[in-house]
């Protein structure tokens, strides 16, 4: 027998044995009535008048759900309650309005962190058939380092020295001279050898020889344009980037509560930067980011559940 489905905006018969995860079309959110628009919180269109906003098509899909939502007191039961017991003031609060939420936005300007890097299994046997060459990363001489510009960092692996001027020139450079090593598990330098498990001991390694610093690679890294996309649960929003055989050690991803700033390397010398304003604020320490031979996915832990309409705020660059 068929069963009325009672979320909002769905309000179909179905049949229980055939409802599947995406037989309804539905509002999540809450109905809002600001400014003579009305609309629903999860999603972006909004009307003037009543009926059309009783026939804005859902935006969600999922169950079709046949329990009722609970009745309302009726008029005498209300009036009895009130005679039993004190009146209770009860404040509710709504949806917060855009310029509110943009008070209370953290800065864009906050310091950014590192989001640590899980590599897959299978990228780091990608990555040991490559067989990368370390002669793009070797120094390049005196000829390139005159045209420098200040505030350049060590091209040469696990240096992380910063050109200040002609002077820097002078000082020591400590790398490794090999390629990374990603083998049954095990993560190191093909130079030296010194093995670990952990990704990020791995890249916390310092040289084992010593040299001039590189300022500038002998090829250039191309700067591309890679597909990505992204999709959210209530809890997370995972933004996406395909690329060929991404390289953990020259990568990184940064973030504040509000900024993401992607920075991926990958087959070929090609690059990819981007730099997001974010919709939403989220949480540094619970966000993360996972590489695979085809992609890269960057997790973000939402500061508070709920919905997001985008991915960037409409202000915001992509590089």
Partial sequence: MASLCYNKGCGQRFDPERNAKDSCLYHPGIPIFHDALK?????????TDFSEFLSIKGCTKGFHSKEKPPEPFS????????KAKPVEELIIQGPKSAEKMQRERPSSDEPRQLLPIKVSRSLEQALEKLNLSSKDEAPEGR?????VRAGTTCKNAACKAIYQGPESNTEVCTFHPGVPVFHE?????SCCGVKTTEFSTFLEQPGCSSGRHCWTGKGDKKAV??????????????????TKNP???LSSVKANRTVLEVHVIFEGNKIFQAELDLWGVIK???????????????TLCKASPGSWARLELPQSTSH
């Fill in 247 to 249: 390289l953990p050690t």
């Fill in 284 to 298: 540094i320490e619970k966000s993360f980011v996972s590489m695979v031979p085809t992609k890269v996915e960057i």
């Fill in 185 to 189: 598990g095990m993560k190191y330098w």
């Fill in 39 to 47: 609309g629903w919180s999860c999603c972006k269109k909004r009307t």
């Fill in 143 to 147: 000829e390139a380092a005159a045209q």
């Fill in 75 to 82: 008029q005498e039961e209300t009036s009895d309650k009130l």
């Fill in 225 to 242: 344009s890679c597909r990505h996309d992204w999709h959210q649960t209530s809890s997370q929003v995972v933004v996406t980037v395909y």
